[in-house]
């Protein structure tokens, strides 16, 4: 069946750092894909998406580019914040012959920056 | 402000007991999905309602069932609790049911707590 599996974290970093967590995926057909970000406390947040290959999802200086040939999906920022600290979720939606749009997650991963 | 609201924020009851978790979708949105959080399993769909009808059951126990009313709001009803079933409660609001490129928006959560 479809999975996503994420880098294994605690990430920790200084601020200023360059930032990419892993992201892969085994899907059929052709799924979108996205990046929630939850802060300590709070729901889920979309941070980007891409719903094709090639796409390349951006959103508060995070970029993520949609690559069929590695099925990966990795997240970078050039610049960490200490407000970027939180879990990060990659996450597929069924585009297959199932008719939902379900979302299917990876473990999660946890940055934590420090000043 | 996703627009989804969940309540409540915190439920603590017994084991054995039933509770019920609302939910009120984003206006305009009418595909409600409730998703599981806990830390051995995750992120796990749990089941997805379309315009009041079921549309997809994902790793949802006989003991858990829900139901979205004619206004849209969606219940997840949860009984014979057990201590396993602690976890945090997201439901999820789109506009549409079946479209993979289709954006979920996160409500806040219900933490539950069974003692």
């Known amino acids: 069946g479809n999975s996503v599996t994420q880098m294994e974290g605690p990430v920790t970093l200084s601020e200023e750092a360059f930032l990419t967590i892993n992201c892969t995926y085994t899907a059929t057909g052709y799924p979108s894909l996205f990046w929630y970000v939850q802060y300590p406390g709070e729901g889920l947040q979309l941070l980007l998406k891409a719903t094709k290959a090639d796409d390349k999802g951006s959103n508060k200086g995070f970029e993520a580019t949609y690559r069929k040939e590695t099925t990966s999906f990795h997240l970078e920022k050039g610049s960490v914040q200490v407000s970027d600290s939180a879990v990060y979720f990659c996450?597929?939606?069924?585009?297959?012959?199932?008719?939902?749009?379900?979302?299917?997650f990876g473990q999660g991963t946890t940055l934590q920056v420090k000043p | 402000d996703s627009g989804v609201t969940q309540t409540p924020k915190h439920l603590i009851t017994a084991t054995g007991q039933r509770v019920t978790l609302r939910c009120s979708p984003r206006s305009g949105d009418l595909s409600v999905y409730w998703y599981q959080q806990s830390l051995d399993q995750g992120l796990q769909f749990l089941i997805q309602y379309y315009n009041g009808e079921e549309r997809a059951k994902g790793n949802i126990l006989e003991r858990f069932s829900a139901q979205q009313f004619p206004d849209l709001h969606s219940e997840l009803n949860l009984s014979s609790l057990e201590l396993g079933d602690s976890a945090l409660y997201f439901c999820?609001?789109?506009?549409?049911?079946?479209?993979?490129?289709?954006?979920?928006?996160f409500g806040p959560g219900t933490r539950l707590t069974v003692l």
């Open positions: 999820a609001s789109s506009v549409a049911g079946g479209v993979h490129t289709d954006t979920q928006y």
């Open positions: 996450a597929l939606s069924d585009g297959g012959s199932s008719n939902t749009g379900k979302l299917i």
